[in-house]
């Protein structure tokens, strides 16, 4: 492998210069680093907003009654609070900003496949953004259904769900480019001597992502149309009233909708995967079966939509098969917790912030993957669905799994991405904090669901008030582990640390330049000659 670092340093990707500078440098840049970045400073805005109305939520059920809004009001926040998490932070997530800044290094290439179509993708992804929001102020109010827009009920409402769903369309498009991009790339751009099977497992992860992004997508893309044309044309695809059928909207969203799950969480698993190596000084327990198991949860997620309608109205046959389809998945799953597990033993562990994000993940995970067999089990799930339960299940597989993923990758890449260095000591406090304060806001839930207490419920009975004065608690120390992590890393980027290329001692290929990467990434292309985590 070549050695970028020993050289005399050229001018990183933040400091280049080409035809346009400051923010129309930006704009126009096909630079796979810089759209990285925009990508994240646009769902780091995103985020942030979603965290104040998930807030705005808490606080009006800390107590019975109305506190802060009324029912409709409550609808619509809690509305745009799932499209804004859902569509704008963790569906593109770990996958549009780490991919895109680290996968063509990682494999030793100069950028993505198509450059130009990659920023074309950020682009959709801002305008769908807009869109998305805008539709809260436009037309007749904030639509009002739900981020999965079920009808007859979407179709039924006045607010405004046309531009919402329009919003949603493009943003899938987005995701089908970017996608696309990624597999083409990890095909074609290699580095010489990088095959197969010494790809790094974030990549694999990407790989088998843009597979489920380039297949599922356009199934959730279609059903958005024939919402938009049943609303606007009057065609009777979902309106039993007309002659449609709302089970088959629920069939096609969550055909989309279930392997967008691991849209989110495989991408998140490679981040992971990548830290225990690094923090365990070891190779990786069982590469191969990484790899499989990526590939087995990309696949079999693909068929296991059903569990999301055990009590909408299927055969008992259906039921039954989707039961076990569901537990199927679980195995994959298992596979990579075990191969983290058998990685960290007799491993020479470095305990820094990154690491211990990862274990926050793997414990939330396993907490919502419990909880998951439960939703999944037949008999189980008619108690619990359409409760807290459900909400909190969620919670610790997309903000648990996806959110606590996205802060290990950043904290751990976050010397590479601007060659400088955090605050390890305040680090390890905010997540302690926001580990904390995350607890305790979601855990009673799975609690409060067992006692019967229904989701997306602005009010409710008064034996369910301690548990959400508890809950809402919980997000308020949660909120406040957030802000310290923020600043520490805002301060870090504002600072004048010392310049350093591989604090973690890591082995992939991205470590092995220099931080902040330079345009084209490489002086030279690599060549690799040793399986991708070399620790003897």
Request: with cysteine; charged share 10%; glycine share 10%.
């Amino acid at each position: 492998m070549t050695e970028q670092t020993q050289h005399k340093r050229e001018p990183n990707y933040l400091e280049y210069r080409g035809k346009y500078s400051g923010i129309m440098g930006w704009l126009t840049s096909t630079d796979h680093k810089r759209i990285g970045l925009m990508y994240f400073y646009a769902m780091m805005t995103f985020f942030l907003s979603g965290v104040v109305m998930g807030l705005l939520m808490k606080l009006e059920l800390i107590a019975p009654g109305e506190q802060l809004m009324g029912a409709q009001t409550y609808n619509g926040l809690f509305t745009v609070h799932g499209l804004t998490m859902i569509f704008l932070f963790v569906i593109p997530g770990v996958a549009a900003v780490f991919g895109n800044l680290f996968m063509p290094i990682m494999i030793g290439a100069k950028d993505v496949s198509f450059p130009r179509l990659n920023l074309f993708s950020w682009y959709l992804y801002m305008i769908g953004a807009v869109i998305v929001l805008s539709s809260q102020f436009m037309g007749d109010g904030p639509p009002d259904t739900g981020w999965t827009f079920y009808a007859p009920y979407s179709l039924k409402t006045q607010t405004n769900v046309v531009a919402a769903v329009t919003g949603a369309f493009i943003l899938g498009f987005s995701s089908i480019l970017t996608g696309l991009n990624f597999i083409v790339t990890m095909h074609r751009l290699r580095a010489p001597g990088m095959g197969w099977m010494r790809m790094p497992l974030f990549c694999w992860t990407l790989y088998g992502t843009g597979w489920i992004q380039l297949l599922a997508t356009p199934v959730v893309g279609i059903t958005f149309l024939m919402v938009i044309a049943e609303r606007m044309l009057g065609i009777g695809f979902f309106d039993p009233a007309i002659g449609g059928d709302p089970i088959l909207y629920q069939h096609l969203f969550w055909i989309y909708s279930h392997p967008a799950v691991y849209i989110m969480i495989l991408p998140a698993m490679g981040a992971i995967t990548e830290i225990v190596i690094t923090f365990s000084r070891k190779t990786v327990f069982g590469y191969s079966a990484m790899v499989i198991s990526s590939m087995a949860i990309a696949f079999v997620g693909y068929f296991v939509w059903g569990h999301h309608m055990y009590t909408s109205g299927m055969s008992t046959t259906a039921r039954w098969v989707f039961s076990f389809i569901t537990f199927l998945v679980a195995i994959p799953s298992a596979i990579k917790v075990f191969n983290w597990t058998a990685t960290l033993y007799k491993g020479s562990i470095n305990m820094q912030t990154p690491f211990f994000w990862a274990m926050g993940f793997i414990f939330v995970f396993m907490i919502g993957g419990f909880s998951g067999l439960v939703l999944g089990s037949l008999a189980t799930d008619i108690h619990v669905h359409d409760t807290a339960f459900v909400v909190a299940h969620f919670h610790y597989i997309v903000f648990g799994g996806t959110g606590f993923a996205f802060f290990a990758a950043l904290h751990y890449w976050y010397p590479k991405i601007y060659g400088k260095i955090y605050n390890g000591k305040i680090a390890n406090i905010g997540l302690i904090i926001f580990f904390t304060g995350f607890n305790v806001l979601y855990f009673p839930m799975f609690i409060l669901g067992i006692m019967g207490m229904p989701r997306r419920y602005y009010d409710y009975l008064e034996q369910f008030h301690s548990l959400n004065i508890v809950s809402t608690v919980g997000s308020w120390i949660m909120a406040t582990g957030l802000i310290i992590v923020i600043v520490n890393l805002l301060r870090a980027r504002r600072g004048s640390g010392k310049e350093i290329d591989n604090p973690w001692d890591g082995r992939t290929l991205e470590w092995q330049i220099a931080s902040p990467p330079i345009l084209e990434n490489f002086e030279e292309i690599p060549v690799v000659d040793h399986e991708p985590y070399d620790y003897k």
